[in-house]
């Protein structure tokens, strides 16, 4: 039997799509990848129907590094109502428990945010994508099933409180991978005795990539009309993904020798941590690695 033919085209690059409310992760990845026609495509990390924003949609060999996108510190706006819970942590949930928020103010709610600056433990929420016994969890909540989450450590590097309209507040918040917002703003609500959820979620930067650039589906179907070329040139290069690691550049035969596997010596290379590699003709190449004898290993190699 002969190989598998391919189906659409090598696309190579990152696109910075703003994900519509309603609709899920994989699904607009779906139809981004049939409006570009491509035969490999993904994203860096599920955004919630409710939750709208930055999905960097990964083609070719920028899947490669999808993974150092989804390690990537990100940066959220929300919008959170006090005095209520549901049962997913959002306005799609059924509402669960209503409080009075009379006793809250402003400096109370300030003193409350300050409480979750840094280093903190959360519980990943019951309507998440993460799995149990090989199960989404969200899958057995919708049967009724709550299984016990062990809390899970992650930073949270600013809280800027945006405005009020109390019960309800706008907050931008920048963290660290594998933060739920959801969890976040009912975690703010308990600290102030009366329960909070997500009214309104937006992503506006995943590492470095910032929401400015983002482009929606209405634009994207208005720009295919002048064919697949026109939607190529949105695409950014795949290193730009990790603009702001080291780089290394590779004389003609260190980067025959790292294209076998084998770790290479780099002059003035970095003595730790991960690089990009470039070859004598400015050709990223993928990610490496440095040793703790200073070479370069390869990671992951596009």
């Known amino acids: 039997m002969g190989r598998?033919?391919?189906r659409g085209r090598n696309v190579q690059g990152i696109l910075l799509f703003d994900k519509p409310l309603g609709e899920s992760s994989n699904k607009a990845l779906q139809k981004v990848k049939h409006l570009f026609y491509a035969n490999k495509a993904g994203h860096t990390?599920?955004?919630d129907p409710l939750a709208t924003g930055l999905l960097p949609i990964c083609f070719g060999g920028a899947t490669k590094v999808s993974a150092f996108l989804l390690d990537a510190d990100k940066r959220y706006w929300v919008r959170v109502k006090l005095g209520e819970t549901t049962a997913t942590g959002d306005s799609e949930g059924e509402l669960l428990q209503q409080r009075s928020t009379d006793a809250v103010t402003l400096e109370a709610l300030r003193s409350a945010l300050d409480q979750f600056l840094g280093e903190i433990a959360q519980i990943p929420p019951m309507y998440s994508a993460l799995k149990h016994q090989g199960e989404r969890l969200y899958k057995l909540a919708r049967e009724g099933v709550e299984v016990e989450r062990e809390p899970r450590k992650v930073t949270i590097h600013e809280i800027k409180l945006l405005g009020t309209e109390l019960p309800e507040f706008e907050l931008e918040v920048h963290c660290s991978k594998g933060t739920y917002i959801r969890t976040l703003a009912e975690d703010i609500g308990e600290a102030l005795g009366c329960g909070a959820?997500?009214?309104?979620?937006?992503?506006t930067q995943v590492g470095p990539f910032s929401g400015e650039a983002m482009v929606d589906m209405a634009t994207l179907?208005?720009?295919a009309e002048s064919g697949k070329d026109a939607l190529d040139a949105l695409l950014l290069p795949v290193d730009s993904a990790l603009i702001d690691w080291p780089e290394v550049r590779l004389s003609s035969d260190a980067a025959f020798y790292l294209g076998q596997g084998q770790p290479v010596i780099v002059p003035k290379a970095p003595t730790?941590?991960?690089v990009r590699i470039y070859d004598?003709?400015?050709k990223f190449l993928g990610v490496g690695e440095i040793l703790d004898d200073g070479r370069v290993a390869p990671k992951r190699m596009i």
């Open 4 to 6: 598998r033919r391919q």
């Open 272 to 274: 730790e941590g991960r």
């Open 280 to 282: 004598h003709l400015d």
């Open 45 to 47: 990390g599920s955004l």
């Open 197 to 203: 959820h997500v009214i309104g979620l937006r992503r």
């Open 221 to 223: 179907e208005r720009i």
